[in-house]
T-cell receptor
Framework: GQQVMQIPQYQHVQEGEDFTTYCNSS?????IQWYKQRPGGHPVFLIQ?????EVKKQKRLTFQFGEAKKNSSLHISATQTTDVGTYFC???????????FGKGTKLTVNP | KAGVTQTPRYLIKTRGQQVTLSCSPI?????VSWYQQTPGQGLQFLFE???????NKGNFPGRFSGRQFSNSRSEMNVSTLELGDSALYLC?????????????FGPGTRLTVL
């Protein structure tokens, strides 16, 4: 079936280190969305990328959408303890209107 | 604006029972989507309602159903509960449900089936 793969599943970093999570789709995505879910919380929308090759930044977060619109990445520079949580990518595959989520990358930050 | 609200926040049921969960979207939002979140399967799309009509449906058995009212509030029902239905059920609202719309998630209902 349609899948959006996300790696790594877990990432432990020391505060101040960088972090990257990658998202790959088996088919072309009309757009890619990124969400953050804090422990015990619910997913919160971070950003949406629509255009091929698009790059967007939010302070220490950099989001990229691949040229083929099949992959994306989220990079956090100089992580802080407030970055702890699970980061999900999600996209609409091949014209579908069903949002498909990756399984997320759980980030822990050691102070 | 008030966010998405879901009731109840926690539920404990036994196998074979049925359950109804409620979701009130952000005021003015007409699309409500439901998701099941489990540690093993992650976030999985259940269905989406727009203007009281089910517009999209995920790959869940018919025991999972939903509806939407004229005020955009939505309910989902799970009949004949199974142990595997234990999960966090999240609803998300958006203005029109389009693929570029931002989805706003509610806090979820944690369902435990014993």
């Amino acid at each position: 079936g349609q899948q959006v793969m996300q790696i790594p599943q877990y990432q432990h970093v020391q505060e101040g280190e960088d972090f990257t999570t990658y998202c790959n789709s088996s088919t072309t995505l009309s757009n890619i969305q990124w969400y953050k879910q804090r422990p015990g919380g619910h997913p919160v929308f971070l950003i949406q990328l629509v255009k091929s090759g698009e790059v967007k930044k939010q302070k220490r977060l950099t989001f990229q959408f691949g040229e083929a619109k099949k992959n994306s990445s989220l990079h956090i520079s100089a992580t802080q303890t407030t970055d702890v949580g699970t980061y999900f990518c999600a996209g609409f595959q091949g014209g579908s209107e069903k949002l498909v989520f990756g399984k997320g990358t759980k980030l822990t930050v050691n102070p | 604006k008030a966010g998405v609200t879901q009731t109840p926040r926690y539920l404990i049921k036994t196998r074979g029972q049925q359950v109804t969960l409620s979701c009130s979207p952000i005021s003015g939002h007409r699309s409500v989507s439901w998701y099941q979140q489990t540690p093993g399967q992650g976030l999985q799309f259940l269905f989406e309602y727009f203007s009281e009509t089910q517009r999209n449906k995920g790959n869940f058995p018919g025991r999972f159903s939903g509806r939407q009212f004229s005020n955009s509030r939505s309910e989902m029902n799970v009949s004949t509960l199974e142990l595997g239905d234990s999960a966090l059920y999240l609803c998300a609202s958006s203005s029109s449900g389009g693929t570029t719309d931002t989805q706003y998630f509610g806090p979820g209902t944690r369902l435990t089936v014993l």
